[in-house]
């Protein structure tokens, strides 16, 4: 048996199952993996250790009073993105301005884990409030990539990621608003998915755009994904963009998954750019070569409204986030400056003080795009041509099954080297056209570069709430790749 921290949530789940191992064992592993690396990537910003285990304990009781029970994650530990709120826990965004803030309620996501018995095994760095692709805008510490420590591990979820692909947790949540999910998941060799938007409930999810944001699973293979969002997604009566859908059997849709018939939208696009990373082209075509093999059919569509999609995104994001962080005023919760002499100053310090420079940067851009005179200019055009993009995926899936795409131009960068705020958007180029329409995409490791031995994922794209779909193939992707 490999060491227990190495699980991912279908094998912990069987040996679980089996009384082979216990939950608290479990749990106490993931602790003792904790101790001994975190210090080194850090992923983690603070872990509850005896919440965990009392969690872990409660699990076994379950387990010993309910022999027959068929939970798959009952006393699994997931990690949690530390947007998520989680009562009794912190829920800081990795924000100065929410230091020391301890939430008074659980997130519907972490209500629906929780129903089925999952040990919140502790709250994991990101970029301040979801804004970045590297994890270094994180006002709380530096997340390095388990594959190289000089380098990042993605961002906004980068401490998912790095937990997940340094086998510092059993599963992790993240969040993806314009390819947060996807790009720190290619970074670290692990799946991530990000929901069709209203898939999964947003409540209790600290809003950075709330047309975009999503909450999703980062695990150690799609079975794994299809085993939480399964626990995931459903209506939300405190969420009304939530449909009121049925929620298909995603893990039954594994079952006998292949790719003969399937077939595969390449979108020219997204193969035609330039500034892509020679290893980052070489892997992508291989994994199209291997599905070839593998009896996919593929198709070259056309998404050509993708080259405004840079350009919307960084139009409709900014100008959600500057609405929605005008609640951070040190009045009500989080960081509240002590140079005030008024209530202008307390507002204007206070913010001053607690957010960082991407976040202020941002805010700027989206007051500026909602103000008097500019908003049709701006917001309103961006919102028509978002709706052009969204037609576009929607005229492909009439041909298609799936996009194959890459998930990042590159694979992950070292530390500090990349300074221009335009390059660093730049990382999100694939990830965001599907993020703006709406649809499903998860990124599936596909391989490492030559010469530095780093993970590069493909990214597969789904129709709206077609999730199963869509994990049926990337599960066929995961066989053929192997």
Known sequence: MSEL??????????????????????????????????????????????????????????????????YALLGVPVAIKDLINVKGQPCTCASKILRGYVSPYDATVIKNLKSHGVVCAGRVNMDEFAMGSSTENSGLGVTRN?????????????????????????????????????QPASFCNCVGLKPSYGRVSRYGVTAFASSLDQVGPMTKSVK???????????KDPM?????????????????????????????????????????????????????????????????????YAMAVYYIVAPAEASANLARFDGVRYGHRSERSDSVFNLYARSRAEGFGPEVKRRIIMGTYVLSSG???????????????????????????????????????????????????????????????????????????????????????????????TLLRICRAFELVRS
């Open 5 to 70: 921290y190495e699980l991912g949530v279908a094998e912990a789940g069987e040996l679980l199952a089996k009384k082979e191992i216990s939950s608290v064992e479990l749990t106490k592993a993931v602790i003792d993996r904790y101790h001994a690396k975190n210090p080194e990537i850090g992923a983690y910003l603070t872990f509850d250790e005896e919440g965990a285990l009392a969690d872990a304990k409660a699990a076994d009781e379950v387990r010993a009073a309910c022999p027959e029970s068929d």
């Open 146 to 182: 388990p594959y190289d420590t000089e380098r990042v591990p993605g961002g906004s979820s980068g401490g998912s990621a790095a937990a997940v692909g340094g086998n510092l947790c059993i599963a992790a949540l993240g969040t993806d608003t314009g390819g947060s999910i996807r």
């Open 224 to 234: 794994d994904a299809a085993i939480l969002l399964q626990a995931l997604a459903g």
């Open 239 to 307: 969420d009304g963009t939530t449909p009121d859908e049925c929620v298909p059997d995603y893990v039954a849709a594994l079952e006998g998954a292949s790719m003969k018939g399937v077939k595969l939208g390449l979108p020219k696009e997204y193969f035609d750019v330039k500034g892509i990373d020679p290893e980052v082209k070489r892997i992508t075509e291989e994994a199209v070569k291997k599905c070839e093999a593998a009896g996919a059919e593929l198709v070259e569509v056309s998404l050509p409204h993708t080259e």
């Open 374 to 468: 500019y908003y049709d200019a701006y917001y309103g055009r961006a919102q028509k041509v978002r709706t052009l993009i969204r037609r576009d995926f929607d005229e492909a899936f009439r041909k298609v099954d799936a996009l194959l795409t890459p998930v990042a131009p590159t694979p992950a960068f070292r530390l500090g080297e990349v300074q221009d705020p335009l390059t660093m958007y730049l990382n999100d180029l694939f990830t965001i056209p599907s993020a703006l329409s709406g649809n499903c995409a998860a990124s599936v490791p596909a391989g490492f570069t030559a010469d530095t031995k780093l993970p590069v994922g493909v990214q597969f794209i789904g129709g709206c709430y077609r999730e199963a």
